[in-house]
């Protein structure tokens, strides 16, 4: 996982000494010229009427045991588009419904507010997943893994994947409830959905690697994001280089 992130940083981080402010300086003087383009040309978000997802399946033939065993970061994958049910049961992992009487999902949450949102981002476009009723809806239409990339410092995982999934989170959710602890609450939460995702990968036999090395208010302003809501992290996932 790439660990450095260009934009908000939770109070009390640890700044890394000198070594890690002239990195941090020379990667904000990268994303200078990225950061205004963004600005130039913002993408306008607009959902599309959403569809159903092929019902995701609750049993396997791997354990989570061996899951857990062959679970790597995994950058040699392929562009090759993944099929919606494929995506559909990544997106399930991380934060499907599995009480539709109670709403609980996958993964847990703080007092089960449920602060983040998951998008994939595919050749087709940008779509965002709705746990109840297991939908995505299109919010961008066009490719924008290589931009994604961009923002993601140039990685180039990230353009190549078959599908990136950007884990976002809406903190003022969480904060009515929990207060000052909310942010807190919200990273740990963005952890749970993305362990889940890729062990899902793994049992499918995908690859699959976690980015959190992006710019924030690139990733934010490039999904349109509505106010309050923030990328969190990304996951490049694709089918194996053979």
């Known amino acids: 996982m790439a660990p450095i992130?260009?934009?908000?940083?939770?109070?009390?981080?640890?700044?890394?000494?000198?070594?890690?402010?002239?990195?941090?300086v020379a990667l904000a003087v990268a994303m200078t010229g990225l950061l205004g383009c963004a600005a130039e040309s913002a993408p306008q978000r607009s959902?599309?009427?959403?569809?159903?997802?092929?019902?995701?399946?609750?049993?396997?033939?791997v354990s989570v045991e061996d899951a857990l065993a062959k679970r790597r970061s995994v950058r040699a994958i392929t562009p090759d588009p993944l099929a919606h049910a494929d995506i559909g049961q990544l997106l399930w992992a991380a934060q499907g419904i599995t009480d539709p009487a109670s709403g609980h999902r996958t993964s847990p949450s703080a007092g089960a507010l449920y602060p983040l949102e998951v998008y994939a981002v595919t050749a087709e476009g940008v779509f965002h997943y709705l746990p109840r009723g297991h939908q995505l809806e299109r919010v961008l239409a066009g490719d924008l893994r290589a931009d994604l990339a961009t923002a993601a410092l140039g990685q180039a995982v990230v353009a190549g994947a078959g599908v990136d999934f950007v884990v976002t989170g809406v903190v003022s959710r969480t904060r009515q409830k929990y207060g000052d602890r909310a942010e807190r609450f919200v990273f740990m939460e963005a952890g749970h959905a993305a362990e889940n995702l890729l062990l899902q990968a793994t049992a499918m036999g995908l690859g699959a690697v976690s980015i959190g090395g992006f710019s924030d208010d690139a990733v934010d302003t490039l999904l349109a994001l509505p106010d309050g809501?923030?990328?969190l992290y990304i996951l490049a996932v694709g089918k194996r280089h053979e």
């Open 47 to 61: 959902a599309e009427a959403a569809f159903s997802l092929p019902a995701p399946r609750t049993a396997g033939t």
């Open 229 to 231: 809501e923030q990328a």
């Open 5 to 24: 992130s260009i934009g908000r940083r939770a109070a009390g981080e640890n700044r890394g000494g000198p070594v890690a402010a002239v990195r941090r």
